[in-house]
């Protein structure tokens, strides 16, 4: 029972961080302190082409699993790669070429590229209307249509994290900031899991779904709050405490 009233006093005190912290702090670490944002600015200003720029977003967050790296190197190494190496034929064909020579992603290589092509033929038929449609209003479609086109369930990590970076990709093209919507879950990575077990044997998703509608604060931008808490590189936490101005109540979800 004592554990139990605990564990019940943590959840508490989680939702009262999230409800001060609120979503404009969530937008403030995506944007002012993700390493992976600024990759995504470097690659929309140097590639010149928004279309190309949100399917190759899309494309790197589908293998983005697994990786022999920091995430944040292999957004930039992506970022980088691709401003001076536009692809001359298909998304496929240039990470076939990318991957095996990559160093933050260089593990299953095979099984990723099996999975671009998968996802191929619905990338190359979207327009540049049709990514825009998905962003301001039907990110929730474009998770379905990814997990169909993938064969893969909706909540899968992959994909769900597409829609995450997707979103971060549609900020920077459009110019405008658009919430995630509340019904896609958190992506149930390592950090994730092994953090919601300190109060839950709720499953991730299901239990972070349950505190975003309780605090109002979509699920995805739940998981932009909660990683720079959790994670361990250096420049992340300088920036936190330089750009949030609530970065004391961030680390305290740490401590919980």
Not at 53 to 69: D, E, H, T
Request: with cysteine; charged share 35%; net charge positive.
């Amino acid at each position: 029972m004592r554990v139990e009233r605990e564990m019940e006093r943590k959840i508490e005190r989680i939702k009262e961080i999230l409800r001060d912290l609120g979503l404009e702090c969530a937008r403030t670490i995506e944007e002012r302190v993700d390493l992976q944002f600024d990759a995504l600015k470097y690659l929309h200003q140097n590639l010149n082409d928004t279309e190309l720029f949100l399917k190759l977003v899309i494309a790197n967050s589908l293998v983005s699993y697994q990786l022999s790296g920091r995430g944040e190197d292999w957004w930039w190494e992506f970022a980088k790669h691709f401003s001076e190496k536009k692809p001359e034929e298909s998304i496929v064909k240039a990470y076939s070429e990318f991957l095996p020579a990559s160093r933050a992603n260089k593990r299953l290589t095979e099984g990723k590229i099996k999975r671009l092509k998968k996802a191929e033929g619905f990338l190359e038929r979207l327009t540049l209307g049709e990514l825009e449609d998905y962003y301001f209003g039907r990110m929730t479609s474009l998770r379905e249509e990814l997990a169909r086109a993938l064969n893969s369930r909706k909540d899968a990590k992959t994909v769900v994290f597409a829609v995450k970076m997707f979103g971060y990709g549609g900020r920077i093209a459009f110019g405008r900031f658009v919430p995630y919507p509340m019904e896609i879950e958190i992506p149930d990575d390592v950090r994730i899991n092994a953090y919601t077990k300190r109060f839950t044997k709720e499953p991730p998703p299901q239990f972070w779904s349950r505190i975003a509608k309780e605090v109002n604060i979509p699920p995805l931008h739940i998981d932009s709050i909660l990683w720079p808490a959790l994670g361990e590189i250096p420049e992340v936490k300088i920036r936190l405490r330089k750009y949030c101005r609530d970065w004391t109540k961030v680390v305290e979800l740490t401590n919980l």
